[in-house]
């Protein structure tokens, strides 16, 4: 690291105003502080000091992902040689190895789009190239089915960084979750690519004779009885589904991890996975058809309900700030989920549009919380006086 330290002091000047390369200086910064520490320092005021900066926090979040990252690339593998009926005599290494092959190139290309985008905005601006694309360059691919286009891949994340954050001021003024972002306008833009029964396993696009189906989509066709998957596959994860969202197992190592560190907030992943309980046992009472009779708790292990509970309704930018707040905007995220996914069929996931709802009304959320606190602390003050 010390080499690595004296050769970027060496090419810092270059980067500098007045130097020749002054155009890249975001460029530079990015890749500076990814390596060590700034050596900015307050000399003035007072101001609260902390072990933890933004980048640490981030990539603790991409830490917490890693399970789910692992398990996805071997799961695509999995699922692929089980649907060509190919998996008999294939050793770890070699499922693992065309899952990584398959996944790797999306993460690529994801960081490559975003951060680009990211840097071009940064040195217009002269500001320093933000910490939260971090995450939002893992999440992108993790969401996304194994046998997405790459060009669609690239086009939804700069569509992500200019429409879901560059537009509102930059990281930390956007109001939707910017992965979402990506993930809604690829569902809306090519929706062939984003669902069906062809595109959650990797080579089924062209194949005729074999299905991806998920349990989603027997449940939405009325054919719940055809349902391969045991629960124990479904909290497993050796489903078909989005790259990194199969495992809830996967996904709650990654809670713990983010909750001991403190990085995520465990109210609203306590209010969604509630939210989402309660509405599929208030559904359950009708269950007039497979859908709204699928056990309650089933939901919350199926589709990308955990993965959103976890990662995405948990942004620290676009959820709910006051505490009060988390557990209404969890819970509304958890009740709205698993309505949409059961009461729309023509769109049995609904976890997505949810967390970008909820996303919308956090800030409204957050200015009634805050309201009710001075209408209390009001009257508590006139009761003393009085």
């Excluded at 994801?110 to 601006?125: C, D, K, N």
């Excluded at 891949?153 to 992965?179: D, K, Q, R, Y």
């Excluded at 709910?320 to 698993?338: H, N, V």
Aim: cysteine-free; aromatic content about 12%.
């Amino acid at each position: 690291m010390k080499a690595l330290r004296n050769y970027l002091d060496k090419i810092k000047p270059n980067f500098e105003k007045g130097g020749k390369l002054e155009n890249f200086h975001s460029a530079f910064d990015a890749v500076e502080t990814l390596f060590f520490v700034p050596d900015k320092v307050t000399t003035t005021g007072a101001h609260i000091r902390d072990s933890i900066d933004m980048k640490r926090t981030m990539i603790t979040v991409v830490l917490a992902m890693v399970p789910a990252l692992l398990f996805g690339m071997w799961n695509v593998g999995f699922q692929h040689f089980t649907a060509f009926g190919t998996i008999e005599g294939k050793t770890f290494m070699q499922i693992f190895g065309f899952g990584f092959l398959k996944v790797l190139p999306i993460i690529v290309v994801s960081y490559v789009a975003g951060l680009t985008t990211e840097i071009i905005f940064a040195q217009i601006r002269h500001h320093e190239v933000p910490e939260g694309f971090f995450v939002t360059g893992m999440l992108i691919p993790l969401i996304m089915p194994v046998d997405v286009p790459l060009w669609m891949v690239a086009v939804a994340t700069v569509f992500a960084v200019i429409i879901g954050v560059e537009v509102f001021g930059g990281s930390g003024m956007n109001i939707l979750n910017p992965a979402l972002t990506a993930r809604a306008f690829l569902f809306f833009a090519y929706p062939t690519e984003m669902s069906g029964d062809k595109v959650w396993i990797s080579g089924l696009k062209n194949v005729d004779g074999i299905s991806g189906e998920t349990i989603m989509g027997y449940a939405a066709q009325n054919k719940i009885a055809e349902n391969p998957y045991t629960p124990l596959d479904e909290f497993l994860g050796f489903i078909p589904g989005s790259i990194g969202e199969t495992s809830t197992l996967a996904i709650l190592i990654g809670a713990a991890i983010l909750i001991i560190s403190g990085v995520g907030s465990w109210k609203i992943i306590t209010s969604v996975f509630a939210g989402g309980l309660i509405m599929g046992l208030i559904l359950n009472l009708f269950a007039v058809n497979d859908y709204m009779g699928i056990p309650a708790w089933e939901h919350l292990i199926i589709g990308g309900f955990a993965f959103g509970a976890v990662f995405m309704a948990t942004d620290p930018v676009s959820a709910a700030q006051t505490e009060k707040g988390k557990w209404i905007y969890g819970f509304l995220i958890g009740i709205f989920a698993i309505l949409i996914r059961v009461l729309n069929p023509a769109y049995p996931e609904g976890v997505m549009l949810a967390i970008l709802l909820l996303n919308v009304f956090a800030p409204l959320i957050d200015h009634y919380v805050v309201e009710a606190n001075i209408k209390k602390r009001t009257k508590r003050l006139k009761a003393a006086q009085a």
